[in-house]
């Protein structure tokens, strides 16, 4: 029998959600305590998802066992199984796949550095504008945002350890000094405020759970957004506060801040978008690149109709774009679904932007384009964009436009987060390749089968170690409400 979401939630309809929470919890905290372990936590985490939005609809609700949760767990699975199978053609399987399981698996792959909360430092508070991001978010969530950074991070340092000591592990479960020192820094009210903003189980969560499921057109689609758990990672089983998993805390830091006010505040999308612009230009500036702005752009070249945020040394054209990748474009990347949903921002920046101020300076026959968004989009490297949603769009652009296309190739086009270019500046001070040199090199290896990868920040692992020492990161570092050990 093929397994359809329906048949999984009218089953999850009959238990209590007490149960199966316990039992979603036993497996996971094992896990947690035995490292070697392997399991798909993903299905966990849907289980979770789904418990709190059907469970006990059926009345009585009955106690979920073991052997019941395995079973749940194996049709979750299947259910997954069957939309990579049958949902994708061979033809167009790879580049999907990849894209369906970054939002189901790659995220939780992430890891915690320090330069994670300066970076949102920087952004948010340090960068100074007429608009107060601050007091937004404090009107949203009872909590400054420095006040939310530092519990984030006292939180991460019980929960890998091994940043400041190689020998500790997280067990499963916070010490009670956790609560203790969370007090003791942020104060009682504060702290508390933090827990509950974070937690799983209260109306405003489940609520919030609700609504994101009612976004996706198929239940099983939902297997695949599993990084939803990262708004609300606190949960409370048998009376003791803990993470969901250790693994998806990580996330909550990289984004709760910009989520949250994205959803709730009208404003904030158009002024994160300056601050991005200056943030880039700070690390521009902090490996002494030559390049010019968009407003130097529009005096050297009047007659451009359009311009991109920077021009490094004539050849390398950066765009910002504070946007993200909705969860139903990232599971079907379909033509028609990424074109809709990225028709305002990767298109226009590339076919519309970029084609047209290189066509108009004519200054090399080859250039190069870098787009930056705040978040990893799940849609690939410059060539898969091409042949999955570019292509239509930026011939006819360039059709009625009369525009050459093969000045900027989309083997030329990289699209990277905010984290990976800092990343990118960091190995480029360090003095281990150039930015031309990195792209070059970045794009041979993707025209080879053998050695493409989905995304760019993955091959910068050839250039690793490298430690943060980005000056534009750690002139907030003092403004910590601790001193970081890590």
Known sequence: MKIEFNYIRNQIRKYSLGSVLSHAMKRLKYLERNPSKIYPLWNIFTLIRWAYIYAGEKYPPVE???????????????LSDSYRADGLSNKEKFPKYISAISKQQLWLQSEFHISIIYRQMKLFLNIKS????????????????????TGCFLTETYLKP??????????????????????????????????????????????????????????LFQAYDTAILSRF?????????????????????????YDSLKSTDSRFPEEF????????????????????????????????RKQVDFILDSKILIESKAIELKSLPAIIPDNEVLTKSLKD??????????????????????????????????????????????KEATKEFCSENGLDMTILPPQNLFIIDLQTWDEIVQIIKDGKTTLENLLVKVRESDNSPETTKFFLSMHLEDYRPYAFDLSYILDVQNELKFEPKV
């Open 345 to 390: 921002s990767i298109i226009k920046a590339y076919s519309q932007q970029m084609l047209t101020v290189c066509n108009t300076i004519k200054t090399n026959k080859e250039y190069f384009g870098i787009i930056i968004t705040y978040k990893q989009l799940e849609i690939g490297n410059g060539k898969i964009c091409w042949d999955t949603f570019l």
């Open 64 to 78: 979920i066992n073991d052997s019941l949760t395995d079973k749940l767990l194996r049709h979750i699975e299947e």
């Open 130 to 149: 007429k608009y107060d991001i601050d007091s937004s978010f404090k009107k949203l969530t009872g909590l400054k945002i420095l006040d939310f950074l």
């Open 162 to 219: 091994q940043l400041i000591n190689n020998s500790l592990r997280f067990n499963g479960f916070f010490p009670i000094d956790y609560f203790k020192n969370l007090k003791d820094i942020l104060g009682e009210d504060n702290s508390e405020c933090f827990l509950k903003l974070l937690s799983i189980g209260t109306k405003e969560s489940i609520e919030f759970l609700k609504s994101e499921s009612k976004k996706l057109s198929k239940g």
């Open 233 to 257: 990672p606190f949960i409370k089983i048998n009376g003791a506060e803990t993470i969901i998993h250790k693994s998806i805390f990580t996330h909550t830091i990289n984004f709760y801040v």
């Open 273 to 304: 978008g300056k601050r991005m612009e200056r943030y880039i230009e700070l690390g521009l500036k902090e490996i002494s690149v030559n390049y010019i702005t968009e407003s130097q752009i529009k005096k050297q070249h009047p007659n451009s």
